[in-house]
């Protein structure tokens, strides 16, 4: 009983992949409120002002970004992302209330760490990363203070609307699941979590196998795998803000856009497609392949680059 108690307390974490250790050596970290959070900046296309930042999904990290980064520092003169408190290389506090609300001021406090302040910003967002670009609008539209300017703001396959969106089961379990959860996350390891994440990827487009472990080793980094409830309860709190955040895209004149997998299990098709169209009949949407699923900038970035460049060059 004994070392099995010791295997539960403490299992350490994977080691970082070349490739992730590139990632995170080419990043910086700021610091929000005593917590130490992560970016990656890029520079460059060379005769463009533009700037973009990129907004990562639920329960990866901006290495999501990783297949369409090169693509898009050719269109862009800066490309920023960072990693949510709570993810990838940010400190994962606990216990910590966790909130959209405060993710959306992390992005605010990166903005002013890098002297933007004055200059617009292209948003582009999956997952979670969509709710915490909704609350940024939000506040963009009532002239909030320390807000960003936003120039664009282009989703994709998130929760926009809490009445489409399906969470996996283990996430309502780790949700809502009381003492039962912390137990839940010591045990989660490698098999459950890939077969969960594979889920959500299309049959033709799952990630290989090295590719689980960086998205695994990310979420372990810091032993995030025990925030991971703590961080869910943003389901509950994006039906409680419904109002705030669809009504800000309701009512915002910034160019919208939706690139969008089909194949998405958590906001499937056509149900979430139809909705989307009827509340913002003035977004524009790129659906991609069939096959493409929940992560569409992993499972087609090509596909995903051009559908974005396609609408950045719209306007």
Known sequence: ????????LHIPPPKLSPALLSWRSSGRYFTYKDQNIFYRDSTGAVGSSDIIILLHGFPTSSYDWCKIWEGLTQRFHRVIALDFVGFGFSDKPRPHRYSIFEQASIVERLVRHLGLRRQ???LLS??????VAQELLHRYEHNKTGSILINSL???????FPETHYPRFIQKLLKDGGLLSPVIMRLMNFFFFSRGLGAVFGPYTQPSQAEYWDMWTAVRTNDGNLVVDSILQ??????????RWVGALMSTSVPLHLIYG?????????????????VLPTSTVSVLDDHISHYPQLEDPMGFLNAYLNFINSF
């Open 154 to 160: 282009c989703l994709s396959n998130g929760g926009i």
């Open 126 to 131: 999956h997952d979670y990363g969509d709710t």
């Open 1 to 8: 009983l004994v070392p099995l108690l010791a295997i539960y």
């Open 262 to 278: 089909p194949l998405d299990p958590v906001n499937p098709h056509p149900e979430f497609l139809q909705l989307y169209k009827k």
């Open 234 to 243: 943003y389901i509950n709190q994006r039906k409680k803000h419904r109002e």
């Open 120 to 122: 617009r910003i292209n």
